[in-house]
């Protein structure tokens, strides 16, 4: 078929609801994009585990420590999935981590900041988990197959992700006075960063276009980043804590609430490489990525005895 056929017919096909597999024709741009997209997403389910994982050892009871344990190797295990969810686009691992290491692929911005205080495990379980699950729920409907299905996998975690950050929040901020202050201050720090995590306003954007013609996004940035704020200044409410933005307010003929504006230059800032902890992040990555070179060979060179073995047998 002409790659005019192709096209429209692989658009009917997206149009039709019907997924986009890895052995399906597909334009180039389209796999560009995917691996773009998912490529980013994994780095920062792996980038993410940095700043939670400072706290292990400082946290405030066994079953607080055994909790975060858990959420931070469920992070670990959603890198595993998006890695090979764009690894069927045709791209390495090798080549997505150097991408990752020579800074030409992203990973979330909100994770180039620091971690202070057990509080901050509060706020970002339930405001960096809580955008990641608004985000990644309408991400299940993605035209991509491996994209979609490894979503709702994810989304089954995140969820526990997210109610384990809220009940830190909840526990502190009806604690001492000294442990609600800490909850607020936490809430202040994170909460601006954490709307960027929907990325710039559509308007901003040069991957929304393509990415709702090809159903990659489901719904745009300013969309998800909505009903994030309309469900979690609810949520801060409820605990008694007050959201850091003195223009929220409810607007009835809307339904939602009105907000104010993000500093999307400090925003470009952390994006490009300026960020509080962006250095530290990539640093620690490599490090950990070179010192566990010798379990990589280890388990290729078991697999390849493993093959070998059959092949003979
Ligand atoms: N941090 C870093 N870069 C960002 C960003 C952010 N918060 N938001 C946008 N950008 C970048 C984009 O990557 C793009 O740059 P590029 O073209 O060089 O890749 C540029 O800014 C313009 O943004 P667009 O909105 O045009 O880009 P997208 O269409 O890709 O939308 C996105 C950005 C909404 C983040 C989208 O890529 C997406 O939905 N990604 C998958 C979800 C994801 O990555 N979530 C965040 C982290 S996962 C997480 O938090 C896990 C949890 O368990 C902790």
Redesign the pocket.
Known sequence: MEDVERLEAFQAKIDREEKIEPKDWMPAEYRKHLI??IS??AH??VI?MQPEGNWITRAPSLRAKVVLLAKIQD?AG?GLYLYCAAETLGISREELLEQLHSGKA?????FNYPTLNWADMGAVGWL??G??IV??VS?QRTSFGPYSRGMVRICKE?SF?QRQGYEIMATMAKGTPEQKRMAQEALDRIWWPAL?????HDKD????GN?MKWKI?RET?DELRQKFIDKTVQQAEVIGLTVPDPDMKWNEDKGQYDHGEIDWEE?MN??RGKGPCNAQRLEHHKKAHDEGRWVRDAATAYAKKQQSKKQVA
Do not use: C, W
């Not at 992203?106 to 909100?110: E, G, L, Q, T």
């Not at 954007?205 to 929304?208: A, Q, Y």
């Open positions: 773009r997209q980013q997403h920062s389910e993410g992070e959603h992203k990973y979330s911005s909100i960096v988990d955008a990641a985000n990644q991400l995140e992700h960027g995590m929907f990325g710039p954007s040069p991957n929304t990415a996004k940035n925003f952390v994006v």
